[in-house]
């Protein structure tokens, strides 16, 4: 079993391709170079809800977002 990269860093990737992650584990980078890690949770055309490792939520405006990535094994 190989492990795959996906990279998400259009606001039309992040709206189409991010409902299929749902419960996985994802990293966000910030327009700020910031990068947050946690569990995807909601999804919807403006933005998502994610948890980060200490169980607090939050939520990000696609805008807000540089890139999302995340592990895939195939």
Do not use: A, H, W
């Not at 933005?47 to 895939?72: A, C, G």
């Amino acid at each position: 079993m190989k492990t795959r990269q996906i990279r998400l860093s259009t606001i039309e990737q992040l709206q189409t391709r991010l409902k299929e992650f749902k419960g996985i584990k994802i990293n966000i980078v910030l327009n700020d170079r910031t990068v947050l890690f946690g569990e995807l949770k909601e999804v919807d055309n403006v933005q998502l809800t994610f948890i980060n490792m200490r169980l607090q939520p939050y939520t990000l405006f696609f805008k807000e977002i540089s890139e999302v990535y995340l592990d895939s094994k195939e």
